[in-house]
């Protein structure tokens, strides 16, 4: 992989070099980019990295950012996606301002545009089928072939594609195509189209219009419309650069941006193409855009993932011009290092272990426990301990090997923020199986600390059985298997059938049925947990584990 990834002095990269140069030179006054989405799915974490550069960059330099849809196509977009776009860009810490747009707001300008072209002679109608269309192209190596309707006149031309635009046609008789070159070395000159017939109502224009602008020719005249400057994009769009370039030159547009492109993020064991995260979301192999498994914005956030960490993530990632593959584990660390400064602690038992403690006495006690040893203004909290309390089964062995240091028989251990036990007793079902201890407590070691002085080689967690509620938890796995899902051939091949593991009948401390918290707490020696906001009931996701697996 190469390794020219542009971080060489902090948050300096080469967009961020051109845009300083241009400033200085004085060749724009002032920035303005924008993030272009087109609403046909979620936005996912390698459109993050695109938002946080145009507003980013913006923010820093002192311009502004336009949100603007490329909603050319309305048979794939819809007004959820709209939705959900803004939603999620706002959440990642954005602001458009007054700068919303669409380039569907553009769409009587790139009509008259689309004619003035017809009337120098640089576009025509073909009659041509999209198979023969893309059968004529060529490839690489070969030249592309004419199409037989390429020398219509200027009114014949003018004459149908005002017929078009009247819905005398059906979808896909005809478009409308750029006269450029069919023999150009690069395949986007070889008279890309520009208007296509698409009967289907359109999320904003309605049924105003049934033929609808290609996005190659929208886009950068969208950009000059807004006078963008800095026009940022991915590095698939390299090739196309020469073709906006052309199409801004023939048009009397208002001013000329600039594209730049950067390589897009690529994730292991992710997949960060829309049209294999709708197909996930269309067959049912995930429950929704936003179940937590997605690499969606909306999937993150109900994962417990907080905007800061994906924000950070960004950055430390860099922008640069060489395509490379990101490791997952960066990405859970980002996450995990900004949850271990901010998440408020809490005690919760995955797969719960009834202990008696046989010498406590009476009902029960509050205890006091931090809220977070990272943060000491997070302050404290009284958590109830009584009588009978659960610990995680996998915190006792019966017959311990020599390096498990937790509860065992005759062992004494540390309760978090309570006391000392000791274990003497063992009771099992009819199966031989484990399911409860009989301990007893030292009084003198509240707060978990022996006058004495003598230690013990483990502190675990817990819950006071009486107080805790039932919860369910929702354990995440990778979804897929492999670091380059799909490379096989078909991606549903390389899904993980253990992406999720729900945990029923788990017991979490009082405190969090009521916490009004909507991130992540860490639950102490487990890892990183929030409510499922789509649950009603007491159900908590796993943002990440407290270390990487791996
Ligand atoms: P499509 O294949 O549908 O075009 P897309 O992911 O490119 O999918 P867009 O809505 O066109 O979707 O993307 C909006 C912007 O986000 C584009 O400027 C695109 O370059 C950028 N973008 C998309 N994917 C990534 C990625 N993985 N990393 C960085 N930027 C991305
Ligand atoms: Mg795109």
Same mark, same amino acid.
């Given at each position: 992989?190469?390794m020219?990834?542009? !971080?060489?002095e902090?948050?300096r +990269?080469? $967009? @961020? ?6 400033? =200085?030179? #004085? &060749?724009?006054?002032?920035v ?8 046909n ?27 603007r ?35 569907s ?7 008259e ?7 120098q002679?640089?576009?025509? !109608?073909?009659?041509?089928?999209? +198979?023969? $269309? @893309? ?5 690489l190596? =070969?030249? #592309? &072939?004419?199409s ?15 017929r ?35 009967h ?7 049924d105003?219009?049934?033929i ?21 994009c ?46 996930l ?39 640069a ?24 602690r ?60 937790r ?31 009989r ?15 003598r230690k013990v ?7 006071s059985?009486?107080?805790a ?15 380059d899902?799909g ?5 549903t091949?390389?899904l ?27 639950f ?21 584990g407290l270390?990487?697996?791996?």
């Amino acid at each position: 992989m190469v390794m020219e990834t542009a !971080v060489r002095e902090a948050g300096r +990269d080469f $967009i @961020r070099d051109i845009i300083a140069a241009d400033l =200085e030179a #004085g &060749r724009v006054t002032s920035v303005v980019t924008r993030f272009p989405p087109e609403p046909n799915g979620y936005l996912h974490i390698g459109h993050a990295k695109s938002i946080c550069l145009n507003f980013g960059v913006a923010q820093e330099f002192g311009g502004r950012c336009h949100l603007r849809f490329d909603d050319t196509n309305p048979a794939k977009e819809e007004q959820e996606y709209i939705d959900a776009i803004e939603r999620d860009v706002r959440w990642l810490g954005f602001d458009w301002g007054e700068h919303l747009h669409h380039a569907s707001d553009y769409f009587g300008q790139l009509y008259e545009w689309a004619e003035d072209l017809i009337r120098q002679g640089k576009a025509y !109608v073909d009659d041509q089928s999209q +198979d023969e $269309i @893309r059968g004529n192209r060529g490839t690489l190596t =070969e030249p #592309g &072939r004419d199409s037989p309707w390429r020398n219509r006149s200027v009114e014949e031309n003018l004459d149908l594609f005002r017929r078009m635009r009247a819905g005398e046609f059906p979808n896909g008789a005809r478009v409308l195509r750029a006269k450029i070159d069919m023999s150009s070395g690069n395949i986007n000159f070889r008279d890309p189209v520009l208007y296509r017939i698409i009967h289907a109502r359109h999320p904003r224009t309605g049924d105003s219009w049934c033929i609808y602008p290609s996005y190659d020719f929208a886009h950068g005249q969208s950009d000059a419309i807004e006078y963008i400057t800095h026009s940022i994009c991915t590095l698939e769009f390299e090739d196309h650069r020469p073709l906006y370039d052309w199409f801004i030159a023939q048009l009397p547009v208002p001013s000329h941006p600039h594209q730049y492109e950067f390589a897009r993020l690529n994730l292991t064991y992710t997949v960060l193409s829309k049209r294999v995260l709708t197909e996930l979301v269309r067959r049912g192999l995930v429950e929704s855009w936003d179940d937590p498994r997605m690499p969606t914005i909306a999937g993150l956030r109900r994962r417990g993932v907080p905007p800061e960490a994906i924000r950070d993530f960004v950055r430390k990632v860099g922008v640069a011009k060489a395509n490379s593959i990101v490791d997952v584990a960066m990405f859970d660390h980002a996450v995990r290092d900004y949850l271990n400064r901010n998440a408020p602690r809490r005690m919760a038992v995955l797969r719960p272990l009834k202990v008696v403690i046989e010498n406590y006495p009476g009902s029960a006690e509050e205890l006091e426990a931090i809220n977070n040893p990272e943060d000491p203004s997070a302050g404290t909290r009284r958590v109830p301990f009584s009588r009978e309390i659960f610990i995680e089964q996998e915190d006792f062995m019966e017959n311990p090997p020599k390096k498990f240091f937790r509860l065992a028989p005759g062992r004494e251990v540390r309760l978090r923020y309570a006391y000392f036990i000791k274990c003497h007793a063992v009771v099992k079902n009819a199966a031989g199986e484990v399911v409860e201890l009989r301990c007893t407590y030292d009084p003198e070691t509240r707060g978990g600390n022996a006058p004495d002085g003598r230690k013990v080689q483990a502190t675990l967690h817990w819950v006071s059985a009486a107080h805790a509620p039932e919860a369910e938890i929702r354990l995440y796995n990778p979804l897929f298997l492999r670091p380059d899902p799909g490379a096989g051939g078909d991606f549903t091949q390389d899904l993980n059938p253990e992406s999720l593991v729900v945990l029923p009948g788990c017991r979490v401390e009082p405190q969090l049925a009521h916490d009004d918290h909507d991130g992540a707490f860490q639950f102490e020696r487990q890892g990183y947990f929030c409510r499922d906001s789509a649950s009603k009931g007491l159900v908590f996701n796993r943002t990440v584990g407290l270390r990487d697996s791996k």
